[in-house]
């Protein structure tokens, strides 16, 4: 097995033991203020995706989406957190169950966090 597949195989293993080891934080993820200091200041973590479903809210023709996560701080225990957040339409298929994507989350409270 090469290198490069080996390390993704391992990833793989490790994020499914992480999930079912993951404690469950409640929160909204992060304000409009709150999003502008998670740009300058959040720590870079990732998700995988668990589940999503719109709100019903639409703002500018774009559904704000309630996401359901597994994040993996670089440092710590991964946790679940659930984030709403406005999707642009054009990106919506590239959120779906099994997707990881790249978040900042508040240095003080990991229940305030954005997907980046």
């Known amino acids: 097995m ?3 597949h080996h390390a993704r195989a ?9 999930e079912r080891q993951a404690p469950v934080v409640e929160g909204d993820g992060a304000s409009a203020g709150e999003a502008v200091s998670l740009v300058a200041e959040g720590v870079v973590a990732e ?3 668990k589940a999503l479903r719109e709100t019903g809210t639409v703002l500018a023709g774009h559904p704000e989406m309630q996401i359901e996560l597994i994040v993996a701080p ?3 225990e991964p946790y679940r957190a659930t984030v709403t957040q406005v999707l ?6 590239e959120f779906q169950p ?3 994507v790249p ?3 508040s240095p003080e409270d990991p229940q305030v966090l954005m997907i980046a």
């Open 2 to 4: 090469r290198a490069c």
């Open 47 to 49: 998700g995988t995706i």
């Open 88 to 93: 642009s339409r054009r990106v919506l298929d």
């Open 74 to 76: 670089d440092e710590g």
């Open 10 to 18: 391992m990833s793989i293993l490790r994020r499914r033991r992480e």
């Open 103 to 105: 978040l900042r989350v």
């Open 98 to 100: 099994g997707a990881v």
